[in-house]
């Protein structure tokens, strides 16, 4: 059975930084590309940042360029998105998803003075 | 920077058929943009119902197909049930540097 289990959320001021994490099981994880999207409040999906299956490669969305920062340790089977910088409107759930097809139920981040 | 564009809202009677679609505003959709669909329910994590423009999950329900129409990509509801009112979302491929565009989403109601 697959399972995403994001963690890591909180509130955070802006300007400061965050590590979400998402674990990975019932499938081999090494093998498979991986995203991260989110959604604020009230508001539409949003897609962040993809992944390779070994990590070489990463694309990410232009307002996250340069700030988000995603990886991954195929040995503990985990996937990471780094938050620098931290703005108001990154505030959102954040998913993680397993080649889009499977997702996390996500962890809230707010950035708030 | 190119939008995808969906209806913001639609209306389907129970048991009726409603298509919705997914469009680019810089030209057609093709198969090369990859569309997927996802379903989200109020509170609850989006779940993905078709990939790769008409590929469906083990779980998807029957009654979901996807497909290209007119230069969009559509997820077609035949035989619509309470269930399935939610809020549906695209997605498409877009180009080596933007990978994944996600649409506005349209909320389905079936009244």
């Known amino acids: 059975q697959v399972q995403l289990v994001e963690s890591g959320g909180g509130v955070v001021q802006p300007g400061r930084s965050l590590r979400l994490s998402c674990a990975a099981s019932?499938?081999?994880?090494?093998?498979?590309?991986m995203h991260w999207v989110r959604q604020a409040p009230g508001k539409g999906l949003e897609w962040v940042a993809v992944?390779?299956?070994?990590?070489?490669?990463?694309y990410y969305a232009d307002s996250v360029k340069g700030r988000l920062t995603i990886s991954r340790d195929n040995f503990k089977n985990t996937l990471y998105l780094q938050m620098n910088r931290l703005r108001p409107d990154d505030t959102a759930v954040y998913y993680c998803?397993?080649?889009?097809?499977?997702w996390g139920q996500g962890t809230l981040v707010i950035v708030s003075s | 920077q190119a939008v995808v564009t969906q209806e913001p809202s639609l209306t389907v009677s129970p048991g009726g058929t409603v298509t919705l679609t997914c469009g680019f505003s810089?030209?057609?959709?093709?198969?090369?943009?990859?569309p997927y669909w996802f379903q989200q329910k109020p509170g609850q994590a989006p779940r993905t119902l078709i990939y790769?423009?008409?590929n469906k999950y083990s779980r998807t329900p029957a009654r979901f197909s996807g497909s290209l129409l007119g230069g969009k990509a559509a997820l077609t509801l035949s035989g619509a049930q309470p269930e399935d009112e939610a809020e549906y979302y695209c997605?498409?491929?877009?180009?080596?540097?933007?990978?994944?565009?996600f649409g506005g989403g349209t909320k389905l109601t079936v009244l």
């Open positions: 810089t030209g057609a959709v093709t198969s090369g943009h990859s």
């Open positions: 019932g499938f081999t994880f090494s093998n498979y590309v």
């Open positions: 790769e423009t008409n």
């Open positions: 997605l498409l491929s877009y180009d080596d540097a933007r990978p994944w565009v």
């Open positions: 998803v397993w080649g889009l097809g499977h």
């Open positions: 992944i390779s299956d070994d990590g070489s490669n990463k």
